[in-house]
């Protein structure tokens, strides 16, 4: 090998800290990884622990769905109840406070 082509000590030596500051960007990367693998495991086995106690067995994602969009829709009707019981206080409340205006 001549010596032109032998590689400058310096040019080696970038190389290898810039192949180290690569091996330890990888290796952080990698625990993150983990980490948020961890922390998804996690949230799934709680997620699966939830469905467990409400009696939904794996596989009934659409049943689930179903009940979530009828429980949505109950919600709302119920709401609605409540705004117009609302609605019909106020209004009794007013002519309870007019007719009591009136016998005094």
């Known amino acids: 090998m001549s010596e ?3 590689p400058d000590a310096a040019a080696v030596a970038r190389e290898l800290e810039s192949l180290e500051r690569a091996v330890v960007a990888l290796i952080e990367e990698l625990d993150s990884l983990r980490r948020r693998v961890a922390a998804a495991e996690d949230r799934s086995g709680d997620l699966q622990r939830t469905l467990e106690a409400s009696g939904v067995r794996p596989g009934e994602s659409a049943d689930l769905e179903r009940r979530l969009s009828e429980l949505t829709s109950e919600n709302r009707r119920l709401r609605e109840v409540i705004e117009r019981a609302r609605e019909k206080a106020d209004h009794m409340r007013s ?3 007019v007719m009591e205006d ?3």
């Open 4 to 6: 032109s082509e032998t």
């Open 102 to 104: 009136e016998s005094v």
């Open 95 to 97: 002519r309870l406070i």
